[in-house]
C-alpha cells in the first residue's frame, strides 16, 4: 500500500502529568539544518511544512560531554540511515528483488 507524504504528530499525556511528544517525518519535503547561534550554541533542525524539531545542547547551555555521546549518536543513525537509503535505492533501480528486511542485515 503507498500512502502520500506526510508528517504525524503526536501528543499523549500520562496519568501522572507526564507528557510526550511525537514527530514521525514520512515526507520528501524536510529539511534539515545545522549550526552554532552567536552565542555559542550549536543546534541541529529538522522541519517540514508542518513539524519542527530543533535539537541543542543540555539546558540551551555549554557543550558537556553527554552531548558529545548524543551529537555522536546522531551522526552514527544518520550515517547508517544514509547507508540503508542507498542500498535500497540501488537495489529497487535495479528492478525486483527480494529487498532485505530490516534486521536482516549480517556485520562484515
Do not use: W
Request: aromatic residues 6%; contains cysteine; hydrophobic residues 35%.
Amino acid at each position: 500500500m503507498r500512502r502520500d507524504p506526510y508528517t504525524y504528530v503526536t501528543v499523549s499525556i500520562d496519568s501522572d502529568g507526564a507528557s510526550r511528544v511525537g514527530v514521525s517525518f514520512y515526507t520528501p519535503g524536510l529539511r534539515v539544518t545545522a549550526g552554532v547561534l552567536e552565542s555559542g550554541r550549536p543546534y541541529l533542525d529538522i522541519s517540514s511544512k508542518t513539524a519542527d524539531v530543533s535539537i541543542s545542547t543540555t539546558g540551551a547551555g555549554a557543550v558537556t560531554s553527554t552531548d558529545l555521546e548524543i551529537a555522536r549518536q546522531l551522526f552514527n543513525a544518520a550515517a547508517s540511515y544514509l547507508a540503508d537509503c542507498e542500498r535500497l535505492h540501488h537495489q529497487h533501480s535495479r528492478g525486483p528483488g527480494p529487498a532485505i528486511p530490516p534486521g536482516d542485515q549480517t556485520a562484515a
